[in-house]
T-cell receptor
Framework: GQSLEQPSEVTAVEGAIVQINCTYQTSGFYGLSWYQQHDGGAPTFLSYNGLDGLEETGRFSSFLSRSDSYGYLLLQELQMKDSASYFCAMRDDKIIFGKGTRLHILP | GAVVSQHPSRVICKSGTSVKIECRSLDFQATTMFWYRQFPKKSLMLMATSNEGSKATYEQGVEKDKFLINHASLTLSTLTVTSAHPEDSSFYIC????????????FGPGTRLTVT
């Protein structure tokens, strides 16, 4: 079957760095995406990894290891506005979302 | 960027009535649109995939006669919740992709449905 596992909650301090891990299981795999969702809002696309390695977009980076069926989202220089839920999602013939990680940021 | 709109943003209806939710891609043609349902503090559950001009593909456990999906054009998909019941109350979100197989989806702002 298909599944994604990510921590339900993570807490970090403003200005720090936080890593949100995601492991997946699927028979067919094309890539791993990350989405951010604030309470009451719609998900917004953050990044995509189709190949192994690190993708950097400003303060956010995402990493993928196909051999380990593992990826992570790295958020640097955390700001209070980064408090949100973060979903990893994998694509085979459709996009399947993980259950989301709620990021709490302490001042 | 790519903009997807949804209408209405909120709707309250009585049990037994039907509700239609529209999803539009405003500045691009969406070959594929997706409909999700999300419960509070939970993940997005894919309900169905709709391709313009063809029947929607429903996920296992989703009643196609209850959740009618129509994708009449490259910019519009509609979800109709028929004979709504309180358990249908949820946040419904659509998304669209520019091309089949695209990894990036653009989400609408969602529709909060409350069935009384």
């Amino acid at each position: 079957g298909q599944s994604l596992e990510q921590p339900s909650e993570v807490t970090a301090v403003e200005g720090a760095i936080v890593q949100i891990n995601c492991t997946y299981q699927t028979s067919g795999f094309y890539g791993l995406s990350w989405y951010q969702q604030h309470d009451g809002g719609a998900p917004t696309f953050l990044s995509y990894n189709g190949l192994d390695g690190l993708e950097e977009t400003g303060r956010f980076s995402s990493f993928l290891s196909r051999s380990d069926s593992y990826g992570y989202l790295l958020l640097q220089e955390l700001q209070m506005k980064d408090s949100a839920s973060y979903f990893c999602a994998m694509r085979d013939d459709k996009i399947i979302f993980g259950k989301g990680t709620r990021l709490h940021i302490l001042p | 960027g790519a903009v997807v709109s949804q209408h209405p943003s909120r709707v309250i209806c009585k049990s037994g009535t039907s509700v239609k939710i529209e999803c539009r891609s405003l500045d691009f043609q969406a070959t594929t649109m997706f409909w999700y349902r999300q419960f509070p503090k939970k993940s997005l559950m894919l309900m169905a995939t709709s391709n313009e001009g063809s029947k929607a593909t429903y996920e296992q456990g989703v009643e196609k006669d209850k959740f009618l999906i129509n994708h009449a054009s490259l910019t519009l998909s509609t979800l109709t919740v028929t004979s709504a019941h309180p358990e249908d109350s949820s946040f419904y979100i659509c998304s669209a992709s520019r091309a089949s197989g695209s990894y990036e989806q653009y989400f609408g702002p969602g529709t909060r449905l409350t069935v009384t």
